[in-house]
């Protein structure tokens, strides 16, 4: 029991270890090992792992391992979207935006947009094309004031936001009542009647 005890001790160890490694890299000096982030301080996963591994070569990561700090870890410091990670805060690195801690949106988001989009986005979902995230309104009417801009007559789409999160979706609140998100997949979408 002794040893077992010892054991947890070193692997919880070297998870912090690791963890606050890549933290560190996402956080203030990711040139360090050759990678550049986005606005938002995302990077993509494969090319943050290669590198991480060539520069770290004694503690080599993975995604199962990165999702093990994360569920593992009583702070939230990192997220993975859509095949990017990023630290959630702390940045020193100039020019990256903050976003809040991702939290669990209400049951149903909804999204503004017109006919020809529609037609797109029921096979497509929701893509965050020229933006760097898909915004979802919060109410039906911030939803049709958005899609209006385009359409006089917008499509409304209900987003199933709590199942999507519950799926994996990672969804950001912001003091606007707009909530951020990488991509919506169709099976998460109703045209509202």
């Known amino acids: ?62 995604v199962p391992l990165i999702v093990k700090i994360m569920k593992n870890s009583d702070k939230k410091r990192l997220a993975i979207d859509n095949g990017t990670i990023r630290a959630l805060y702390g940045h020193s690195v100039p020019g990256i935006k903050p976003l809040s801690s991702p939290t669990t949106p209400p049951k149903i988001l909804f999204h503004g947009t017109t006919h020809h989009a529609a037609r797109l986005i029921q096979t497509e979902g929701i893509k ?29 789409f209900n987003v199933h936001a709590r199942q999507a999160s519950k799926d994996g979706l990672t969804f950001y609140p912001t003091a606007s009542g707009i909530w951020l998100v990488d991509y919506v997949p169709p099976k998460y979408l109703t045209i509202r009647k």
Do not use: C, W
Request: charged content about 25%; overall charge positive; proline content about 4%.
């Open 128 to 156: 965050k094309m020229d933006r760097d995230f898909v915004h979802l309104s919060s109410t039906t009417s911030m939803a049709h004031q958005v899609g209006a801009r385009r359409d006089p007559h917008p499509v409304i």
């Open 1 to 62: 029991m002794n040893q077992l005890s010892k054991e947890g001790v070193t692997v919880n160890y070297k998870l912090t270890k690791i963890s606050k490694r890549i933290s560190y890299i996402l956080r203030h000096h990711p040139e360090q090992i050759g990678i550049h982030l986005d606005t938002y301080g995302r990077v993509d996963l494969k090319l943050f792992i290669t590198k991480f591994n060539h520069y770290y070569r004694r503690s080599p990561i993975s």
